[in-house]
């Protein structure tokens, strides 16, 4: 049996959290169409530093029982990264984001997790070493922004521990894991380009162009949130999706921050 202990770190509350479906009525404004965003996403070559990993942790083949008598239904969990679970970032301290789905159209209350990071030729992790995850009480992506100093260069393995029971259970009968690979790097030749000042498009179109999927995703994450009914930001985070073989979570809700 594993204890979850949610000692240390920011809890994530994702209650007050706003949800806008993947294709509700994408619109663009009349007289003032958005322009087309080019967003092709390309694969870095992993050669020579790279950790190996794979996208889906255990437990129950991605799937939590959750006490299926309580809670209304199974809950899959999955990272929204390559199937390699590989990825790039450039920021010291960047986003992730995961996929819940539950059987049922929600459930009455979230389950709780704890996310890890560990450097990952050291396997040490970073303080804060257990950080409170709280799953959102119905289906869509999430983000998990994360309070961690990165270090270029660096490769980092993170972990996200899922409790399948019921949130007022108090034991530890099942749980399920997903993680993933993460190392910062810098793009000085684009620098320029990555100057806050330019415009959200830019940035994402950067970052995908030179395979720094984090932030990209994020980027794209950012305009679906400001703009939920604007067809090309929509058509932008399904192109990113599908360059990560995640055609399945293209229509799922994005569940945004307030």
């Not at 390309?42 to 794979?54: C, M, V």
């Not at 299926?68 to 199974?74: I, Q, R």
């Not at 993680?179 to 179109?205: A, C, I, W, Y």
């Amino acid at each position: 049996m594993v204890k979850i202990k949610l000692l240390y770190g920011i809890a994530f509350a994702l209650t007050t959290l706003t949800s806008y479906p993947a294709q509700a009525q994408l619109m663009e404004s009349t007289g003032n169409r958005a322009e087309s965003i080019a967003v092709e996403f390309k694969q870095p070559d992993y050669s020579g530093d790279a950790p190996s990993g794979r996208r889906r942790g255990t437990g129950n083949r991605g799937y939590c029982p959750m006490a299926v008598s309580e809670m209304g239904g199974n809950l899959r969990v999955t990272p929204v990264i390559a199937k390699d679970s590989r990825g790039l970032t450039v920021n010291e301290s960047p986003t992730i984001w995961v996929h819940v789905s539950y059987q049922s159209e929600s459930v009455e209350r979230g389950l709780s997790g704890e996310f890890s990071l560990r450097d990952s030729k050291t396997n040490t992790k970073l303080a804060p070493k257990y950080l409170p995850v709280t799953l959102p009480s119905r289906s869509g992506v999430f983000s998990i922004p994360l309070p961690y100093s990165l270090e270029v260069g660096k490769w980092y393995r993170w972990n996200l521990i899922v409790d399948c029971n019921s949130p007022d259970s108090f034991y530890d009968d099942s749980v399920l894991f997903i993680r993933g690979l993460l190392k910062r790097v810098e793009l000085p030749e684009f620098k320029h380009q990555l100057d806050t000042k330019n415009s959200q498009q830019k940035l994402m179109t950067v970052y995908a162009e030179n395979g720094i999927w984090y932030d990209a995703l994020n980027q794209a994450a950012k305009l679906r949130c400001s703009n939920p009914q604007n067809a090309t930001f929509a058509e932008a985070w399904s192109r990113l999706l599908k360059a990560v073989e995640l055609e399945k979570i293209v229509q799922e809700s994005l569940i945004c921050r307030e």
